[in-house]
Each structure stands twice: as C-alpha cells, then as structure tokens.
C-alpha cells in the first residue's frame, strides 16, 4: 500500500478531532484530502507534530487528539515518545505513516527498517500498540484504538509513493495556528 492509500482510509475516520500533522507529505496529503480548521499543519519543524499533539492532548482532556506522524519525524524526536507515555494522555492517538523514507527531501533511507517504531513505543509505555501493513485492516486498528483509553499508537506501514504533484498547504503559519485554536477552543 502506498502512503496516498493510507490516507484515502485513514482520513475520513477523522470526525471533529483536533488533528497535528508532520511536515511534508504527511500534511500535504491530508490538506489535499480533507482541510479542516481543527487541522494542524507543520510547516517546517520536523519531529515536533508529537510535543505539540502532546500538548494539545493535555490542555484538552475531553477531546480525543490525533498526532498523524511520519517514521523520520518520530526517529528525529525519539524522546517525545517517552514523554508522551510517561504523560499517558487517556485521550491520544499517535498514528505513524512509515514508509521507511525521508519522502518530501528526496528518499533518503530513514532508520525505520532496523528500528521498528512499534516496539519503540511499546516499551516506553503506551497503553495499546498496533501495526497495519494492509489498507483494509486501518479502518479496524483505527476505531478500536479511538475506543479505547490511551496512549495509543498505530503504525502504518506503507511503501514510498506519495503523488509529488500533490500540492502544498497554501494557509500560512498564522492562519494554521489561528484557526485550530479557534476549532479547539
């Protein structure tokens, strides 16, 4: 399965979730699937969508939060997986989309493929740990983990693929933090 079929299943499962999405093509996937106020998008800031989910997940307890993440943004910020166990948030989904590349910067081989993600997570904490390999097993892994008391985390393991004419999100920082802020409350 490629990445653009991940989120083809992955995307309208997203109901009125405060959603933080990883740069590259991770944000630019979901903008061009579904814009929504109540989406943050990175613009730039790699391996930081899952401090600011985090974040947004303890300031916001009754909400469920989703963090949409890429394996090269989680390897570059390994801590945060840490902290967000040790925090356990009852109401966080932590979705990584691992294609085992650096996509957005041209390919390059990330670490995913000797570190499995999963286990990472698995053994810092997080309450349930999942991994899809096939696009008709997301939407399952998906909704039992957005039933379930978290931290969750689901892998999603995709080849490289992403369609590199997809666009860009064309709101700018302000308006991206704007606008979520405003969605959340």
Same mark, same amino acid.
């Given at each position: 399965?490629?990445?653009?079929?991940?989120? /083809?299943?992955?995307?309208? !499962? $997203?109901?009125?979730?405060?959603?933080?999405?990883?740069?590259?093509?991770?944000?630019?996937?979901?903008?061009?699937?579904?814009?929504?106020?109540?989406?943050?998008?990175?613009?730039?800031?790699?391996?930081?969508?899952?401090? $600011?989910?985090?974040?947004?997940?303890?300031?916001?307890?009754?909400?469920?939060?989703?963090?949409?993440?890429?394996?090269? %943004?989680?390897?570059?910020?390994?801590?945060?997986?840490?902290?967000?166990?040790?925090?356990?948030?009852?109401? !966080?989904?932590?979705?990584?989309?691992? %294609?085992?590349?650096?996509?957005?910067?041209?390919? /390059?081989?990330?670490?995913?493929?000797?570190?499995?993600?999963?286990?990472?997570?698995?053994?810092?904490?997080?309450?349930?740990?999942?991994?899809?390999?096939?696009?008709?097993? $997301?939407?399952?892994?998906?909704?039992? !983990?957005?039933?379930?008391?978290?931290?969750?985390?689901?892998?999603?393991?995709?080849?490289?693929?992403?369609?590199?004419?997809?666009?860009?999100?064309?709101?700018?920082?302000?308006?991206?933090?704007?606008?979520?802020? /405003?969605?959340?409350?």
């Amino acid at each position: 399965m490629k990445g653009t079929e991940a989120f /083809q299943e992955l995307i309208p !499962l $997203i109901e009125d979730e405060p959603v933080v999405h990883a740069n590259g093509f991770i944000c630019r996937e979901s903008f061009a699937l579904k814009d929504r106020e109540a989406n943050f998008y990175m613009i730039g800031s790699m391996g930081l969508a899952s401090s $600011i989910g985090l974040g947004v997940a303890l300031c916001k307890p009754d909400k469920k939060v989703i963090i949409i993440d890429g394996d090269g %943004n989680v390897l570059m910020a390994m801590g945060t997986l840490a902290m967000i166990a040790a925090e356990a948030p009852k109401n !966080l989904i932590h979705v990584v989309i691992d %294609n085992e590349v650096y996509e957005s910067t041209g390919s /390059q081989r990330s670490l995913s493929n000797k570190v499995k993600l999963e286990e990472v997570a698995r053994s810092t904490g997080y309450k349930n740990v999942l991994r899809v390999e096939k696009k008709e097993e $997301i939407k399952a892994a998906f909704l039992k !983990l957005k039933d379930s008391e978290g931290p969750n985390f689901l892998l999603i393991k995709v080849e490289p693929g992403f369609d590199p004419a997809t666009g860009r999100v064309t709101h700018t920082p302000e308006e991206i933090t704007d606008r979520f802020m /405003q969605a959340i409350g």
